[in-house]
């Protein structure tokens, strides 16, 4: 097992479950995008200790049809429309518990993000459009106090964690662009990494629970969301690599709230696929790695419906 590429490539797995800066279920969302929260070997804690830094770029344009109505904050839209981007900035530390079956973790993530909201508001018998911008500034901020890897074998490693996401972020109940989601959330993730063809092909499935505390602002509780990721990657020994990755989404409850009574629930679900390529690059002492996707939701009920596009630069020492 190559621990130095396993090390830099795990930090990865600490901007699982990067999360859009606007909207919960409660605005068709959540805490997470459709296919973006598998990363390259995200089932591998390695035994080689040290800190991993990582810079994430996540854009995504989605919409939900003017005939649905969707839950924002303190109004309720007759079709939405939202672009926004996020930058995430992470750093992890795996701790010196030496060889052995078990290794552990911890890390953070301080995000940054913008986002642009278009959305139809009922006005009486009227329908008319509002907008709204929140420009860059902090997001809600991210950490897994313990990350903990178990290795089957050289080329079998499972990952156990818990994520919480704050609510740190600023947030207005009245506006449709917030840079909060105005809850905690709580995310035990299990991850898997298998190594085949002398650990050139990697398959690995990034699985969890979204639980969501209630946003007080606006008496509305999200239902818990169930994700799995998983992604197929080929490497070449010139540094490439190229594969595939597929993502589903299912709410398992219904959400809570007088607005959310009104619309059965809004329970929702998603899929998408798309390609991924990235490249490593090694030197004495480190590597940093480069990797990007690109995907396409589908099967989409009662949620944002866009095109994911994720762009991420990590950094071993």
């Known amino acids: 097992m190559n621990t130095r590429n396993l090390s830099a490539s795990c930090i990865v797995l600490a ?10 279920t409660e605005g068709a969302l959540g805490r997470t995008i459709t296919g973006t929260t598998v990363q390259s070997f995200a089932g591998v804690v390695p035994p080689t200790p040290g800190f991993n830094a990582a810079i994430g770029f996540v854009h995504y344009s989605g919409e939900i049809g003017g005939s649905r109505e969707t839950p924002v904050n303190n109004l309720l839209t007759l079709g939405l429309d939202a672009d ?10 795996v701790w010196d518990t030496g060889e052995g079956r078990w290794n552990f973790a911890s890390m953070a993530t301080l995000p940054f993000a913008t986002v642009d909201v278009t959305a139809n508001v009922a006005l009486g018998p009227r329908t008319g459009q509002v907008k709204d911008k929140a420009d860059w500034d902090v997001f809600d901020p991210f950490f897994a106090p313990i990350i903990a890897g178990y ?36 995310s035990p993730t299990v991850g898997y990494t298998q190594l085949m063809q002398k650990g050139t092909l990697e398959f690995t499935a990034v699985g969890a629970v979204d639980f969501y505390t209630r946003n007080d602002a606006t008496d509305y509780k999200n239902g818990a969301v169930f994700r799995l990721d998983a992604q197929l990657v080929k490497r070449f020994a010139n540094g490439w690599g190229v594969g595939g990755i597929g993502g589903w989404i299912e709410q398992l409850e219904d959400d809570e709230g007088p607005t959310a009574d009104r619309l059965d629930g809004f329970k929702g679900h998603a899929l998408a696929l798309g390609p991924t390529v990235n490249y490593t690059k090694k030197w004495e002492g480190g590597q940093v790695e480069f990797a990007a996707r690109w995907l396409s939701e589908f099967n989409v009920k009662r949620r944002l419906k866009g095109d994911p596009l994720m762009v991420t630069a990590t950094i071993a020492f």
């Open 15 to 24: 901007t699982l479950g990067l999360a859009p800066p606007a909207l919960a």
């Open 151 to 186: 290795h089957f074998d050289q080329t079998h490693h499972m990952t156990l964690a818990l994520y919480i996401y704050s609510d740190w972020g600023s947030y207005d109940p009245d506006r449709l662009a917030n840079l909060s989601l105005n809850n905690w959330t709580y």
């Open 84 to 93: 926004f981007d996020m930058v995430s900035v992470t750093g992890l530390y």
